[in-house]
T-cell receptor, first 114, second 113 residues
Framework: SAVISQKPSRDICQRGTSLTIQCQVDSQVTMMFWYRQQPGQSLTLIATANQGSEATYESGFVIDKFPISRPNLTFSTLTVSNMSPEDSSIYLC???????????FGQGTRLTVV | LAKTTQPISMDSYEGQEVNITCSHNNIATNDYITWYQQFPSQGPRFIIQGYKTKVTNEVASLFIPADRKSSTLSLPRVSLSDTAVYYCLVGDMKPGGYQKVTFGTGTKLQVIP
């Protein structure tokens, strides 16, 4: 089974600033996914990060606001830019196990914007 | 992507069997059905996956009727530690494995002593 580590686990940020969240997988994976989960809500997919190409964003999410890097097959970052209180949420990264449509998730990054 | 519908919440007493049903009327031929469990302050955790009929592992069973328009997650003899949100997902299995999936609302299961 894969292990996914996210950093930081939580942060409190000032509005207008940016935060970069790191996601490290202990094995090489082709695709990584970034989700947002607002308090008490389900998960919403932000984007798919493929190594060697630009990330693919879901409707309602744009690269200028959520730039993503994928420098290699085990690592990805998500930046939340020019933050506002509405960006307060839990951000999770996910990667496949290689056995099919199962996926592992990181423990999430709890972001509070004040 | 097929949309899923499941109850918002369920309560159960300890020791009882819990069945959570998920509707996915628009499931496609290549779609698999996967269930995840999420505890507070943690990422979702894979429970079970199936394509048709019945799948059983050490923690749960998954029942899928022939038309595949619904599925039922069965948790035998739940304990307090099974209190969590359970998500039903339907997604395509492409070559190379994982395809992005859409999380539905989930079912919040509360196990009562």
């Amino acid at each position: 089974s894969a292990v996914i580590s996210q950093k930081p686990s939580r942060d409190i940020c000032q509005r207008g600033t940016s935060l970069t969240i790191q996601c490290q997988v202990d094995s090489q994976v082709t695709m990584m996914f970034w989700y947002r989960q607002q308090p008490g809500q389900s998960l919403t997919l932000i984007a798919t990060a493929n190594q060697g190409s630009e990330a693919t964003y879901e409707s309602g999410f744009v690269i200028d606001k959520f730039p993503i890097s994928r420098p290699n097959l085990t690592f990805s970052t998500l930046t939340v830019s020019n933050m506002s209180p509405e960006d307060s949420s839990i951000y999770l990264c996910s990667a496949p196990t290689g056995r099919g449509t199962e996926a592992f998730f990181g423990q999430g990054t709890r972001l509070t914007v004040v | 992507l097929a949309k899923t519908t499941q109850p918002i919440s369920m309560d159960s007493y300890e020791g009882q069997e819990v069945n959570i049903t998920c509707s996915h009327n628009n499931i496609a031929t290549n779609d698999y059905i996967t269930w995840y469990q999420q505890f507070p302050s943690q990422g979702p955790r894979f429970i079970i996956q199936g394509y048709k009929t019945k799948v059983t592992n050490e923690v749960a069973s998954l029942f899928i009727p022939a038309d595949r328009k619904s599925s039922t997650l069965s948790l035998p003899r739940v304990s307090l530690s099974d209190t969590a949100v359970y998500y039903c997902l339907v997604g395509d299995m492409k070559p190379g494995g994982y395809q992005k999936v859409t999380f539905g609302t989930g079912t919040k299961l509360q196990v009562i002593p």
